[in-house]
């Protein structure tokens, strides 16, 4: 088990454990703390995070704006793939694709699921993320390509 599924594991002994694992996580680049993620599901090749609708991350026609849903896009593959990817092995990300669907007017909820990911031999790992609103509408998509590829040894 890789250290980010322990520290979950860890907190989740806790009261509010699931929060504060979420917090601690969002504090890896602390960027991700402007839209205060919270994880909901977390395993290996697996994440469903979410984020409030709040007037923070509002844009000038007060639903979520669109560079805070690509924070969560991001935020869901990288914690995606810091849960799956092998220790010998890291990652970054070289690009990303977004489909702006439809106007994000209630809390978000976004998945990635890299089931599909040979860990092993791949050298780019493709990170589909699907935001969807409280009504279970798909309001933004994204493809965010990461680079695989092994450590260097010390």
Not at 4 to 21: A, D, E, M, R, Y
Request: glycine content about 4%; hydrophobic content about 40%; proline content about 3%.
């Amino acid at each position: 088990m890789n250290k980010v599924l322990k520290l979950q594991n860890k907190f989740s002994k806790f009261p509010f454990g699931q929060i504060l694992f979420s917090k601690s996580i969002a504090r890896m680049a602390p960027y991700f703390t402007t839209i205060d993620p919270r994880i909901i599901e977390l395993k290996s090749n697996y994440i469903k995070v979410s984020m409030k609708k709040r007037r923070s991350v509002h844009n000038h026609l007060g639903t979520v704006h669109a560079i805070a849903s690509c924070n969560l896009c991001e935020f869901a593959a990288g914690i995606s793939m810091e849960a799956s990817i092998p220790k010998h092995r890291r990652w970054i990300p070289i690009g990303m694709e977004v489909a702006y669907k439809h106007k994000a007017k209630t809390n978000l909820t976004a998945t990635c699921d890299l089931s599909e990911v040979d860990w092993e031999t791949c050298t780019e790992a493709l990170c589909h993320v699907s935001v969807k609103d409280l009504e279970g509408l798909e309001v933004v998509k994204a493809m965010i390509t990461m680079k695989v590829s092994d450590r260097k040894k010390k």
